[in-house]
């Protein structure tokens, strides 16, 4: 099983400040990964599939990076909207996926 | 619009059965798979497994093989989850989400969730 690590669990930002999530896979996924953010009480939404891929109707504001072991979800400039749960997932693997264990943006 | 709209928050006793559905909409409900994924109370996620909407294809995560089981009514656009004997560990909300394995590869669509509570 492909174990999916994400830093750090907890980050304090300001609105619009520009933020970094992390995430590595303990192997290669090459960029069959994808990003999602949960609200409270909401079910997850998807950000990016493909690494770097935006999905419909996502603000340009978020953007994914890296391929194979390293990722990365950078949010250009934080809004009041975008505090929330931020989710890795693997899809490599067939039929094995995994998720990250999340990392929490709050309000510094 | 795609939609998932999954069934109602449900209680149940340690050892009783349970089935929690999955209605789709707005798309070929066969094209594409369901995933299933657990959300244990303020925890992450947790992939559960996949079933092909067009064959019951059904593949399991090694922590919930034998746990639980998948299933598919095609007639009514609508996937299962189903218990045989709950446990009180069971506790959690259980997602749908459509896999688009072609395009995106990832889980593009979700329901909203439905809360399965075990308690004595």
């Known amino acids: 099983e492909i174990v999916m690590t994400q830093s750090p669990a907890t980050l304090s930002v300001s609105p619009g400040e520009r933020v970094t999530l992390s995430c590595r896979a303990s192997?290669?996924?090459?960029?069959?990964l994808a990003w999602y953010q949960q609200k409270p009480g909401q079910a997850p939404r998807l950000l990016i599939s493909?690494?770097?891929t935006r999905a419909p109707d996502i603000s340009a504001r978020f953007s994914g990076s890296g391929s194979g072991t390293e990722f990365a979800l950078t949010i250009s400039s934080l809004q009041s909207e975008d505090f929330a749960v931020y989710f890795c997932q693997q899809y490599h693997e067939w039929p094995l996926w995994t998720f990250g264990q999340g990392t929490k943006v709050e309000i510094k | 619009d795609v939609q998932l709209v999954q069934s109602r928050a449900e209680v149940r006793k340690p050892g009783e059965s349970l089935k929690i559905s999955c209605k789709a909409s707005g798309y070929k409900f066969p094209s594409y798979w369901i995933a299933w994924v657990r959300q244990m109370p303020g925890k992450g996620l947790e992939w559960m497994g996949i079933i092909y909407a067009a064959d019951s294809d059904a593949r399991y995560s090694p922590s919930f093989q034998g746990q639980v089981t998948f299933s598919v009514d095609k007639s009514i656009s609508t996937a299962y989850l189903q218990w045989s004997s709950l446990r009180a560990s069971d506790t959690a909300i259980y997602y749908c989400?459509?896999?688009?394995?072609?395009?995106?590869?990832?889980?593009?669509?979700w329901g909203q969730g439905t809360l399965v509570t075990v308690s004595s």
């Open positions: 493909r690494a770097s």
């Open positions: 989400a459509r896999q688009d394995i072609t395009t995106t590869g990832a889980f593009d669509y």
């Open positions: 192997q290669s996924v090459s960029s069959n």
